[in-house]
T-cell receptor, first 114, second 117 residues
Framework: ETGVTQTPRHLVMGMTNKKSLKCEQHLGHNAMYWYKQSAKKPLELMFVYNFKEQTENNSVPSRFSPECPNSSHLFLHLHTLQPEDSALYLC?????????????FGPGTRLTVT | AQKITQTQPGMFVQEKEAVTLDCTYDTSDQSYGLFWYKQPSSGEMIFLIYQGSYDEQNATEGRYSLNFQKARKSANLVISASQLGDSAMYFCAMRVGIIQGAQKLVFGQGTRLTINP
């Protein structure tokens, strides 16, 4: 595996379900990010982790719970979601420290909440 | 407020023509960075080019160049000799903060580029 991988690629869940999204990066990066991409809206930053420590929670509802057990893995635990949470969830990673370092993105998980 | 504006929801261009995608930004910071990403239908965001606010030269990467006009707060992406594979969504993004070494980016709404044969 190379780059940033995300599983599952597609997920349909009911509002009472609990599910988790997984992200793994094989690039030796230190920082990992979760973004939400909804139709007709710009990409929204949700969470930032640097060396496993959460450094940013962008006012995300508590029904989204991130977990970063190490610098290579990032999870997004989902519970009691709403239909408006349906979106493409993108994970990204980057080196940390230099201002020019770009973020590398995974292919995303397309989430549908029914 | 720190914000990115992309005013072109969609653009249609003939293959082999050059295309300019517009991006304007709003920030009061002196130090910032601007990125362009491409998102094909597969969903993955692909990094194209970066311009730092203190860089005096416009950034170039192969067929991509960034027309950076600091006084106008614009950072337009120029794609030369467009190809069918360039058809995708294009996003302009700005670094608005560094959080313990990790970057915080804000993105524009995107421009859907379609290359016609």
């Amino acid at each position: 595996e190379t780059g940033v991988t995300q599983t599952p690629r597609h997920l349909v869940m009911g509002m009472t379900n609990k599910k988790s999204l997984k992200c793994e990066q094989h690039l030796g990066h230190n920082a990992m990010y979760w973004y939400k991409q909804s139709a007709k809206k710009p990409l929204e930053l949700m969470f930032v982790y640097n060396f496993k420590e959460q450094t940013e929670n962008n006012s995300v509802p508590s029904r989204f719970s991130p977990e970063c057990p190490n610098s290579s893995h990032l999870f997004l635990h989902l519970h009691t979601l709403q239909p408006e949470d349906s979106a493409l969830y993108l994970c990204a990673s980057s080196l940390s420290g230099a201002v020019s370092y770009e973020q590398y993105f995974g292919p995303g998980t397309r989430l549908t909440v029914t | 407020a720190q914000k990115i504006t992309q005013t072109q929801p969609g653009m249609f261009v003939q293959e082999k023509e050059a295309v300019t995608l517009d991006c304007t930004y709003d920030t009061s910071d002196q130090s910032y960075g601007l990125f362009w990403y491409k998102q094909p239908s597969s969903g993955e965001m692909i990094f194209l080019i970066y311009q730092g606010s203190y860089d005096e030269q416009n950034a170039t990467e192969g067929r991509y160049s960034l027309n950076f006009q600091k006084a106008r707060k614009s950072a337009n992406l120029v794609i030369s000799a467009s190809q069918l594979g360039d058809s995708a969504m294009y996003f302009c993004a700005m670094r608005v903060g560094i959080i313990q070494g990790a970057q915080k980016l804000v993105f524009g709404q995107g421009t859907r580029l379609t290359i016609n044969p």
